[in-house]
């Protein structure tokens, strides 16, 4: 049920792009307190982006999941951005984060919903 996208500018090493992935599906499932076999994480990278009017390495991220508490967006947002940073070496100054709480009858799953 959660979903990570995460949009950048950046080429990543293709050597490197499954170990990140998997990595953020590791901080998904930890930070939610879920299963990883239910986490996805959408990656692309080098799209054509601008924030504060320059093309220097930038991050779009949005993190859907069912239930997603607004009371801890904050941690959350601190613990991507520490990612985002140490990963792809990214400022997390230059990350924007959507957070989005999905409802159950609108995710759907396995010919259902949840």
């Known amino acids: 049920m959660p979903l990570l996208k995460i949009t950048t ?34 990656l ?8 504060a009017g320059t093309p220097a390495a930038l991050a779009y991220l949005e993190l859907k999941s069912i239930g997603l508490p607004a009371q ?3 941690e959350f947002s601190q ?3 520490e990612l985002i940073q140490q990963q792809l070496d990214i400022p997390k100054q ?3 984060i959507e957070f989005s709480n999905a ?10 919903t949840f």
């Open 44 to 51: 692309e990278t080098n799209p054509h982006m601008l924030f």
């Open 94 to 96: 230059r990350v924007y």
């Open 79 to 81: 613990c991507l951005c």
């Open 72 to 74: 801890k967006t904050t």
């Open 9 to 42: 500018n950046q080429v990543i090493d293709p050597d490197d792009l499954t170990s990140f992935i998997k990595l953020a599906s590791e901080t998904v499932a930890k930070m939610l307190g879920k299963p990883e076999g239910y986490v996805m994480v959408s």
């Open 103 to 112: 409802e159950r009858h609108l995710w759907g799953w396995n010919a259902g």
